[in-house]
């Protein structure tokens, strides 16, 4: 296959393609208390050492736990904190984390926090108000003072609270997945209650950029009522293999992996479709587009384990080649639910305890990781004579000296090899993750799927079957 790679610079790729998603998740997982250090109060350093590695450039608080949250439960001396009910996942959560102890989170790792305020509950009374005399409902001055709490430097609260420097939290959703329950708020509501919200937050700090939900076919009148206000529309995709009999289940697809692998190879074609409907609605409103969550969605153990084998993997690249490709308009994405100790779609499993082993990435964190350290700030052009079944994406640096490529190889059993051809090539490194579809990681091989470097000879490159790998090519 020959590769001809245009080097003018098209649009700025955001770098918040590679967001994580951070959500205490209860009795489901146990996520957020699964990295916190109670007993010194801070986050396990091995965490911190291997969130850096998987280099995430956003983290979001929030999710369905937004929609019964008050934050100032978890704010000030730990004393005085007040655990609450996590109504979805069940079980308690001790609010020891809370606004000041994520933001520090955002500060180690160096990702800018995206922040989900608690809109009236989505609508949803029976979060709202769970049982007599319990009061879950989320108000707009409560979100206004979230705001002024994290950003305003002369704010009462928090100083009263030690902490004399803002949080300087810029980006914030208002609501989660709202459309999703036909018991919470309907599209008019749901827009005019944005409204509401985005005009108190914004007289709390005019600088913060705003999110607010336009899934479930609700894009347009959210941009036509409350567009005004936010910049981003946002929309989740959880999927599965978008084909009928799907394998995908239990441990259905250790059965027969070249049927396992024809369905995760096609997983990216829903993604495809749904950012293609969210562009059509939101783009004639100038509109950018926010995918806040995304992962497999399918039955099994924890989510089903075979989100930890390659197959999985190189599907998840072949998302990650979709978003790129829609990078015109696309500002924020994650693939992932980041770390705890069980669910499959994290992007980094804990041991339990902490303190014992190490943290290691899921296939879905490794391909993050690898994309994520080796892209360039403008998308590039390019054609080939053959595609060959290999997804391609293409980008350069800032200072057009360094061309970068995201290859898929879609064939699990045929290497590919790719002819490069771009102006004033001097040398080529290949970052690389190749093994069989089948083999899964655990905690007894945690570098499975570690990247390996390769110095290209010439400007040949053969990508492996089931390879995925990020080429530089450093310009004369």
């Known amino acids: 296959m020959k590769l001809y790679i245009d080097t003018t610079p098209k649009h700025a790729i955001s770098p918040y393609l590679f967001m994580q998603f951070a959500e205490p998740l209860g009795t489901a ?53 007040i655990p609450m009910h996590n109504l979805c996942w069940d079980g308690m959560f001790s609010n020891q984390v809370g606004t000041h102890e994520f933001a520090d989170l955002c500060r180690q790792v160096n990702a800018e926090p995206l922040m989900v305020v608690n809109m009236e ?68 509501t ?49 999927f599965g293999s978008g084909l009928p ?54 039955p099994g153990r924890n989510r089903c384990e075979v989100l930890s084998s390659w197959a999985a993997g190189v599907s998840y690249a072949r998302c990650l080649s979709v978003i790129e490709k829609a990078s015109d308009i696309l500002d924020i994405a994650t693939l992932a639910d980041f770390f705890g100790n069980r669910w499959q779609v994290n992007a980094l499993i804990m041991p339990t305890p902490a303190r014992d082993g190490h943290p290691y990435l899921q296939p879905v964190g490794q ?23 290999v997804d391609i994406n293409a980008s350069i640096s800032d200072d057009g000296k360094t061309v970068y490529l995201h290859l898929v190889n879609t064939d699990r059993s045929r290497s590919v090899s790719v002819d ?8 080529v490194t290949a970052f690389e993750i190749a093994r069989d579809s089948t083999e899964e990681i655990t905690q007894m091989n945690p570098a499975l799927f570690d990247p390996q470097v390769k110095k290209v000879e010439g400007f040949t490159y053969t990508l492996p079957a089931a390879g995925v790998a990020a080429l530089e090519i450093c310009l004369n």
């Open 29 to 81: 997982d146990s996520s957020v208390d699964a990295g916190w250090d109670y007993l010194n109060e801070c986050w396990h350093p091995k965490l911190i050492a291997k969130i850096r590695e998987l280099g995430p450039t956003m983290i979001r608080w929030g999710g369905c736990f937004a929609s019964y949250y008050h934050w100032k439960e978890a704010v000030g001396p730990r004393e005085s904190r």
């Open 121 to 188: 509950s989505d609508g949803r009374m029976h979060w709202a108000y769970p049982r007599p005399g319990m009061d879950r409902l989320g108000t707009a001055d409560e979100a206004a003072a979230w705001i002024r709490y994290a950003n305003d430097p002369d704010d009462p609260l928090r100083l009263s609270h030690g902490v004399r420097e803002p949080y300087n939290i810029r980006w914030w959703q208002i609501g989660n997945e709202t459309s999703y329950d036909k018991n919470g708020f309907d599209c008019e």
């Open 190 to 238: 749901a827009s005019r209650k944005t409204v509401e919200f985005a005009e108190k937050m914004r007289q709390a700090d005019p600088s913060v950029h705003l999110i607010a939900w336009g899934d479930s076919g609700w894009a347009e009148t959210m941009c036509s009522r409350a567009g005004e206000y936010v910049e981003h529309i946002a929309f989740h995709h959880h």
């Open 245 to 298: 009999d799907s394998p995908l289940y239990g441990t259905e697809y250790r059965r027969d992996p070249d049927l396992t692998w024809h369905h995760m190879m096609n997983a990216c074609k829903s993604l495809e479709k749904r950012i293609g409907d969210m562009r059509r609605a939101a783009a004639p409103f100038g509109k950018r587009l926010a995918m806040t969550e995304g992962h497999y969605a399918i």
């Open 367 to 389: 391909v993050m990781k690898l994309y994520r350290h080796h892209i360039g700030t403008r998308a590039l052009d390019w054609h080939t004579d053959d595609g060959c079944g």
């Open 420 to 427: 490069l051809n771009a102006p004033y090539m001097n040398r």
